[in-house]
């Protein structure tokens, strides 16, 4: 769809009010896990509530071009916005899977023990659901506009459902059956997803 096409105002509309829910989500479900994880001792709750706080970052760079297209601001100073954004956005993703590595291979050298987390496993399944609503309607969006920022940003929040995914499995293993090292574990194999997740972003501008 074209700049020029009537219909595109309403679409660009529709796109910032996903974003403006990601962004209010990310922020309330990133301050709710890392309140959780401190009273458990959960690394894998930890990272995730991290990671909930950075993609809202992510997410507020997409309001702002949003806002900047539906004003007719200039598009080359967007796009250089968006993209110094990302690589920002990549480097912390990666300095994030530095420490909760660090932190999950202390856990299992000392053999530390969360406590079993319900508020934990509400907000990590919670996700799963609001995740993977959130980026199929991205993914239309982005379809529909020809945005490959909104593209993008779907990918990043289908990677957000892997991180609930991850983090509810420790978190709830160790709830449910006693396995301790199902969190530190869980919390490794979000790093995956945190390093994938960066890489994305910086090989995205790069081709840009």
Known sequence: ??????????????ALRLEYLTVGWNILEGLIA????????????????????????????????????????HAGAVERLDRTAH?????????????????????????????????????????LFVMVALAHAKRR????????????????????????LAALAGIALNAALGWWWADPVAALGMTYFLVREGLEGWEDESRS
Request: hydrophobic share 50%.
């Open 1 to 14: 769809m074209g700049r020029d096409d009537p219909g595109r105002p309403e679409l660009v509309g529709r």
């Open 34 to 73: 890392i309140a959780a994880a401190a009273g458990a001792g959960s690394v894998a709750l930890l990272g995730f509530g991290i990671d909930s706080v950075i993609e809202s970052v992510s997410a507020g760079v997409l309001v702002w071009r949003l806002h900047a297209e539906r004003s007719a601001a």
């Open 87 to 127: 690589r920002l956005v990549g480097s912390s993703l990666f300095v994030l899977a530095a420490f909760v590595a660090a932190d999950a291979a202390w856990t299992l050298w000392r053999q530390e023990q969360p406590r079993p987390t319900i508020l934990g496993i509400i907000v990590t399944a919670s996700s």
């Open 141 to 164: 969006a982005a379809k529909a506009l020809g945005s490959r920022a909104l593209e993008a940003d779907s990918f990043q929040t289908t990677a957000c459902w892997w991180l609930s």
